[in-house]
């Protein structure tokens, strides 16, 4: 397992085209897709999925059935209304064919636009993407009370007093931590606005060479040409590209990636490789 350290959080996972994206982000407790399950993301509480490719969500029964069977209770999972019943289905199936009880899960259907809120202090805002099928990212950011400037300079007394007397003294901000752009053809830089100032970026890369771009229009993912102009709305300090397509081998993504990009922008990308 690749493990990659953007300021103060770790990204650790794969992610390998059609074979298996499953990524976890322990100081948030929460993964993002689930194309395979490690025993190590078990005890983690929320699990955004992206879409119904299995390489991003056939980790679930396991996730589900590990957590049952060792006494932990349901985690939180996410995924695409489109499909959700059928993979409720696909649970429980598997769940009576393992052990002839449905197994505890909580399974939660999300479309664009939602504001999940999850932990004390998070808060997931679900993002449109543009793949074969219907697939979601998301925008992780913290909630933070910030004091309301006309406030700004008052002994703490003095603010506790307004406080107790009913007056609200500061306003919710959201500081945008971490973004996941699971399968897409595009990416919604303006869905959001707080979007482009996420602190880091996971992105898909999937096709690199000049003569994959059709096969990149095709298939709905990324390719390697569109990147320098993505890059530029960004202003994330970290970026990560995933899911490159298996024909590549961890040189030519290396090299392909060194020739399209310039120097400021290699200096914030990393490769989960
Ligand atoms: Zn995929
Ligand atoms: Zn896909």
Sequence with gaps: ??????????????????????????????????????????????????HFHLDHYFGIPIYVSQRWLNGIPPGNIYVPQEGADQLRDLVEQISLLDCGKVWDYRLTPVQPGDDIPFRENLVAHVLPLDHRVPSVGYLVCEIRDKLKSEFFGLPGAEIARLRRSGITVTNRVELPLIAYLGDTHTVPVDFHPLLK??????????????????????????????????????ESEHIILTHFSRRYSPETIRTQIRSALSPEDLSRIQLLI
């Design 1 to 50: 397992m690749v493990s990659l350290r953007c300021g103060n959080l770790e990204i650790e996972g794969e992610s390998s085209s059609a074979v298996a994206t499953y990524l976890r982000v322990k100081e948030l407790d929460l993964i993002f897709d689930l194309g395979r399950c490690p025993m190590s993301f078990i005890g983690i509480g929320h699990v955004f999925i992206s």
């Design 197 to 234: 100032g996420c602190q880091v970026l996971i992105c898909e890369c999937t096709f690199l060479l000049p003569e994959h771009r059709d096969r990149a229009a095709q298939t709905m993912h990324l390719h390697l040409d569109t990147l320098p102009t993505l890059l530029e709305v960004f």
